[in-house]
């Protein structure tokens, strides 16, 4: 589920629709919850599926570790990539803003961490990173970790809307991370390795 502080909003002919913050979102802030009506779907219900299916399958949803298919239900499907994404995925099923989101300003992904199955190069954004490759988990964990690490702390000291949607077990390890009992896992653990 996306953060309820959100809105599917129209952005332009090349991009189309994308999810904009309606609210102030602080950093620290779970953007994005993995939930009980999103679905998965494993390669072979991919492959069992009419090509029409397959397509919405590969425009709208993201591949696990294990390899499946996930989509959302809601409109968090319509979260655009970014090299200079806002919010990052963590190995616990929810994302994070990792900086301060203000209303009006897109929600955004680097798709680099959401197992794309083949390469594409993205909108200009001025970064060296142009185009997003299957394997980008791999070579930028590290940078999309210290980046998680910079603000989890932040978890517990600001609102938490979708907090009701974390399992008992999930909020456990959120704060056993915060008070230095537990390391903070690497976000390539939900890299899917095809190989």
């Known amino acids: 589920m ?12 090349e991009i189309g629709h994308g999810v904009v913050a309606t609210q102030f979102i602080p950093a620290g802030t779970i953007t994005w919850v993995l939930d009980s009506l999103d679905r998965e779907f494993s390669p072979q219900q991919f492959k069992n599926f009419d090509p029409l299916y397959q397509h919405i ?5 993201y591949r696990n570790s ?4 996930v989509l959302c239900w809601d409109h968090g499907r319509f979260v655009n990539h970014s090299f200079k994404s806002n919010c990052l995925s963590t190995a616990y099923d929810f994302e994070i803003a990792i900086r ?5 300003e897109q929600l955004t992904d680097d798709y680099g961490y959401l197992n794309v199955d083949t390469p594409f ?34 978890i517990s000291t600001v609102p938490q809307p979708l907090e009701v949607l974390l399992s008992k077990e999930t909020k456990r390890i959120i704060d056993e991370v915060n008070s230095k009992t537990r390391q903070l896992e690497s976000i ?8």
Do not use: C, M
Request: hydrophobic letters at 25%; proline letters at 6%.
């Open 188 to 195: 390539l653990t939900i890299y899917y390795n095809r190989h």
């Open 2 to 13: 996306i953060h309820p502080h959100t809105e599917l909003q129209f952005i332009s002919e």
């Open 57 to 61: 399958l590969d425009t709208y949803s």
């Open 121 to 154: 190069r993205a909108s200009e954004e001025g970064t060296k990173r142009k185009t997003v490759y299957p394997d980008d988990l791999k070579n930028y964990h590290k940078v999309w970790d210290k980046k998680i690490a910079a603000v989890f702390p932040k």
């Open 100 to 104: 301060d989101i203000h209303p009006g």
């Open 66 to 69: 294990k390899g499946n298919y």
